[in-house]
């Protein structure tokens, strides 16, 4: 365990509905990311708060919403999402950034999402 | 925006020998390197980082490579163990918290 955790673990839903993915860190992290991780292509960097500031928006579509109430949450709402939205998103955190020598960073397990 | 390219996609080597996977970017401002490995329906956990200062980095069965220059960097793993068998992603990260990955690297240890 890496102190990131994420939920829910999986997730099936329609193009119609709403709901949100949650990552969650009690190890004093300042940074928080958003990844969507697809079958055969790099992590896709979507998100990036720092201290809760949105620093990297990396040309995601509107139908994704972060938000990151504190430095220890942070959340993904999302809305009538396609098929091809179906990834597996994976949050991750890095402590005093932005310290170089100080930016590990440390993975959730992921939430496998479904679109139907 | 950085670039990371990762090669191979694919390695399969017999237990015992040497697996080599290579990375290389083109951003002069990425200065952190880390490695993780992902097993099957598991995070990606890092096994090994190097930042711009240093050329190599050992640790165990696994090192590092670097050269600053060439902007590409390696992973190195010796006496390759069944358990290795996993997917491996280099990145490169820079001052700006920013991280960006390779494609992977499945890389399977025959018993």
């Keep these: 365990e890496t102190g990131v955790t994420q939920t829910p673990r999986h997730l099936v839903m329609g193009m119609t509905n709403k709901k949100s993915l949650k990552c969650e860190q009690h190890l004093g992290h300042n940074a928080m990311y958003w990844y969507k991780q697809s079958a055969k292509k790099p992590l896709e960097l979507m998100f990036v708060y720092n201290f809760k500031e949105q620093t990297e928006n990396n040309s995601v579509p509107s139908r994704f919403s972060p938000e990151c109430p504190n430095s220890s949450h942070l959340f993904l709402h999302l809305h009538t999402l396609q098929p091809e939205d179906s990834a597996l998103y994976l949050c991750a955190s890095i402590p005093m950034a932005p310290m170089v020598a100080k930016n590990i960073q440390y993975f959730g397990a992921g939430t496998r999402l479904s679109v139907l | ?111």
């Design chain 2, 1 to 111: 925006g950085e670039n990371v390219e990762q090669h191979p996609s694919t390695l399969s080597v017999q237990e015992g020998d040497s697996a080599v996977i290579k990375c290389t970017y083109s951003d002069s401002a990425s200065n952190y390197f880390p490695w993780y490995k992902q097993e099957l329906g598991k995070r990606p956990q890092l096994i090994i980082d190097i930042r711009s200062n240093v050329g190599e980095k050992k640790d165990q069965r696994i090192a590092v490579t670097l050269n600053k220059t060439a902007k590409h960097f390696s992973l190195h793993i010796t006496e390759t163990q069944p358990e290795d068998s996993a997917v491996y992603f280099c990145a490169a990260g820079n001052t700006g918290n920013q991280f960006y990955f390779g494609t992977g690297t499945s890389l399977t240890v025959i018993p």
